[in-house]
Structure formats: C-alpha cells, structure tokens
C-alpha cells in the first residue's frame, strides 16, 4: 500500500538545509505499524523478548510517497505537473493524502491564489478524481492552523476557515472521508496557550541553530516537536473517522485506519 502526500510546506519532507523546519509528512509515518523502512531494532535475538512484532508483520506494508512541497497551493501544484506526478504512480489500493489551503488564500499571488468556493473545490475534485480513476482513495486534511490568537490571548482563531470550510463542504458532499486539522490544532494551540505553543513553530532564538543564525519568527512552518504533535492528530483522526468511516469504500479506509500503531 503506498500513501501519496499533496500539499504545502506544513507537510513537506525537509532536508539539512531548512533543519529545524519539519513537515508533517516527516513523522507521520512514524504512526504506522507497518513502513517500507523498518525498525529492525524491534527484531530482538531473543525470540521470547519480542512484543507485538507478529501482529504488526501481519499488516500490509505502508510505503509513504511525499510530494508535498513549499509555497504550493491546489492551483500551484497542478500547474507544476506535481499531480501529474502523482497520477503516474498511483495505483489501485493506494491513498492519497490531500492537505491545501495555506496557499490557496494568497490573494496577491495569481500563480496560487483559488477562490474557496470556487476553483478551490474545483482543483480539489481534480484531486479526488486523479486517485480515483485508478482505484485509489482519496483522504482530506483541512489546513493546519497558524499560531495566531484572538485579541484576549485567549483563543487561537481559524485564519483559513474559508477555505476550511470548503473543504469540508466538499468531502461531505462528494462522501470523503476529511480529517479536520484545523479543528484540531487550532484546539490545541488553545490549549496550551500563546507562550507554550511557541515551541510548536519555529520561533527561533537567535544563535542557536546554523541555518538561523539571526533566529527566527513563524507561527506557520513547524519544528520536530510541532510535527510529531500534529502528526500524532492527524493519526488519531485517520482512527476517528476512517476507522468508523461507513460510506463508499469503508472496508479500504478502515484497513487504513487499522494500519495506525497503538499506542496502548
């Protein structure tokens, strides 16, 4: 089973040269029991010493393909030919993970801008229909939140609920299965408050790292702290709603969901 990845750089898999930025896409995988890169250090020599391996080898193996990329939004992407890409390789069993938005509301920008309702939705079909037509599945992934409080401090506020909004709006109307990110980050962000969500996203003091050398301000680009958490909401909402999805396809979206390591 291969999982693709379309997005922005929220869950863009980064290199040396933007540490400590880390995408969503890196940890993910993390939450799966199953990955084409295995931890052989779970094998013990001592057979008797093994806990959960027989089960997880039993799973069918996840193999993460991200194509996520910064500054892309819906339009972006497929103007670059990166859901070509995607189109080339993906094939019937697979899932494509879909998360747009942060891009999309660039108003200034005519090479990314999509109105929410309107060539927003559109591209995201185009998105479902690339993983459909060969017997993919498509997920959706409301944007994360941005660390951006309401004048109290008190609440983190949706600065993409437009575009929130319209995807929700079309995963129910067209019966996908849609993990609401924004929701729950910004909930968490809420949280843990304006001071201790910080750590989340890289603000950066200067001098600590070599590829920020005068620091850093940006509540939207995460660090590996900020990465793992949201990725750890975004496993438990694939549990959520693909485990108890009971709409078209739900036998392939709850082996996904089954696909997800306990963490018991």
């Known amino acids: 089973m291969k999982i693709f990845i379309a997005g922005d750089s929220t869950f863009q898999y980064n290199n040396s040269s933007t540490y400590p930025q880390t995408g969503i896409g890196q ?3 993390l939450f799966f029991a ?10 013990d020599i001592d057979e008797s010493k093994r806990t959960n391996t027989t089960a997880e080898e039993a799973q069918e193996t996840a193999t993460f393909l991200n194509y996520a990329r ?3 939004s819906t339009k972006s992407f497929i103007d670059e030919g990166r859901l070509a890409l995607i189109d080339r390789e993906i094939s019937k069993g697979d899932f494509l993970f879909i998360v747009f938005g942060h891009n999309d509301e660039k108003i200034q920008d005519p090479t990314r801008y999509t109105e929410p309702d309107g060539a927003y939705k559109e591209n995201l079909r185009l ?14 992934f409301t944007p994360i939140a941005r660390r951006a409080f309401d004048a109290a401090k008190k609440e983190a506020i949706d600065t993409h609920k437009p575009y929130s909004d319209a995807m929700k709006n079309f995963a129910k109307e067209e019966g996908f299965p849609l993990i609401n990110l924004s929701e729950l980050s910004r909930k968490l962000i809420s949280k843990l408050g304006e001071t201790d969500s910080a750590r989340l996203y890289m603000n950066l003091r200067p001098g600590i790292y070599a590829n920020y050398p005068e620091g850093r301000d940006d509540n939207t680009h995460l660090t590996p ?5 949201f ?26 969901a089954s696909c997800i390591r306990s963490r018991g």
């Open 27 to 29: 940890m993910l995988p």
């Open 34 to 43: 199953n990955i084409a890169q295995p931890d052989l250090a779970e094998h």
């Open 70 to 72: 910064n500054g892309r």
């Open 127 to 140: 998105f479902a229909q690339t993983a459909l037509k060969h017997g993919a599945f498509p997920v959706f």
């Open 225 to 229: 702290d900020g990465a793992f958490t």
């Open 231 to 256: 990725a750890s909401l975004c496993a438990q909402g694939i549990i959520d709603v693909c485990g108890s999805w009971r709409g078209k396809n739900a036998e392939a979206y709850n082996k996904l």
